[in-house]
Every structure is written in C-alpha cells, then in structure tokens.
T-cell receptor, first 110, second 111 residues
Framework: DTGVSQDPRHKITKRGQNVTFRCDPI?????LYWYRQTLGQGPEFLTY????????KSRLLSDRFSAERPKGSFSTLEIQRTEQGDSAMYLC????????FGEGSRLTVL | GQQLNQSPQSMFIQEGEDVSMNCTSS?????WLWYKQDPGEGPVLLIA?????ELTSNGRLTAQFGITRKDSFLNISASIPSDVGIYFC???????????FGTGTSLTVIP
C-alpha cells in the first residue's frame, strides 16, 4: 500500500458522458502525476503538478481533459464527452524522490 | 510515445529459475526505477537506482544502473509463482521531470 488513493477504482460510462477521477496523495507538498495506461502498454504521461501548479501537460491531454489540484492536496482528472478511445487505466502517482502509484481507476467507455 | 525499450517482451520460465531482463534508452537517464504490475492494479516500485554503475538488491531482486546511463538490468533469482506479472522500467530523462516507462516484460512462472 503506497498510501496514494484513487477513486473510483472502476467506472463504466456511455460515450459522450463526463467522468471525474480523484487522487488523494500521501503528502500535500510533492509532485503529483497523472498517467494513462492502455492494455499491453506501459503508463504514458499526461500531466503533473508541483503543489497546485500544473507545470507540464502531454499532447495526449486533449482539450476534453482537465486536471486540477486545488490547494496542492488531492487532484482530480475530468474527461468530458468521453470517447471509446478514452477507455484505459488512469493512474495517479506521487513523486517523493521515487514515483509511487495509486491502484488506478479503470475507465470503460461503451 | 514510449522512450524506453525493454527486452524480452515476455518470458515463460520454470519455478526456481533465474530471470534477467533489461531496458535501454537513446537518452541519458539520471534515475532508473523498476516496477512490477499485477492485473488491474497500479505499478509497485521494486528498486530505485540513482547512480551510474550502481548495483542494488531487494531480496531476490537485483538491479543495475548502466555505466552509460542509457540502460538498466533487473535480475530475479530463484523465481516463485508470485513473481508473475509485468515488469516495467522507468525514469526521468536527464533534462526533464517527466518519468518515461518501458514497454514492459511479461513474466510467467510455471510451477
């Protein structure tokens, strides 16, 4: 148990719906990352925060995706107007010098 | 896209055998991390390496940070059924903060 919690663990939604994932890290003051992982692939970087500031975003993060980290504590990742291609595991990780992952949120878009 | 190449892509071994896998990059990395991932779970950190040439062990696992800083190796000795899973290497490039992940090595241990 890394102490990084993600919710929900599983989400099934219909195409076009919005979904939101939450990540509760161990500590408020370290870097927090979001990754996406599809079947048979390694995790792919989406974005990261230093405290509440979003410092880097991947080209994978289309304008339908938005991430926030208010007050530098928990973080949310929202996907608007979901598409079937958004089906993946969404992983949150905290960088305390080493990268520790949560259990992931698996999204299935029907 | 992926920055790191892992080999082999998959391995099928008998319980008790030793396992070796590696990870290479075209870019210099200043840290190497090795993870194990079970189905439906997030990756779990196994070993972290911070210095070129460093050799670090964690139980039956041993990993090395290549001298060129462009590769790393993970060895598992005396494999057991619970070693089954997908192993990923990862690290930040020398010039950035983003962690890149390899394509993974799938390990199957036959009892």
């Amino acid at each position: 148990d890394t102490g990084v919690s993600q919710d929900p663990r599983h989400k099934i939604t219909k195409r076009g719906q919005n979904v939101t994932f939450r990540c509760d890290p161990i500590s408020e003051h370290n870097r927090l990352y979001w990754y996406r992982q599809t079947l048979g692939q390694g995790p792919e970087f989406l974005t990261y925060f230093q405290n509440e500031a979003q410092l880097e975003k991947s080209r994978l993060l289309s304008d339908r995706f938005s991430a926030e980290r208010p007050k530098g504590s928990f973080s949310t990742l929202e996907i608007q107007r979901t598409e079937q291609g958004d089906s993946a595991m969404y992983l949150c990780a905290q960088d305390t010098g080493e990268l520790f992952f949560g259990e992931g949120s698996r999204l299935t878009v029907l | 896209g992926q920055q790191l190449n892992q080999s082999p892509q998959s391995m099928f071994i008998q319980e008790g055998e030793d396992v070796s896998m590696n990870c290479t990059s075209s870019s210099i990395f200043n840290t190497w991390l090795w993870y194990k991932q079970d189905p439906g779970e997030g990756p779990v950190l196994l070993i972290a390496l911070y210095k070129a040439g460093e050799l670090t062990s964690n139980g039956r696992l041993t990993a090395q940070f290549g001298i060129t800083r462009k590769d790393s190796f993970l060895n598992i000795s005396a494999s057991i059924p619970s070693d089954v899973g997908i192993y990923f290497c990862a690290g930040p490039r020398d010039t950035g903060n983003q962690f890149y992940f390899g394509t993974g090595t799938s390990l199957t241990v036959i009892p």
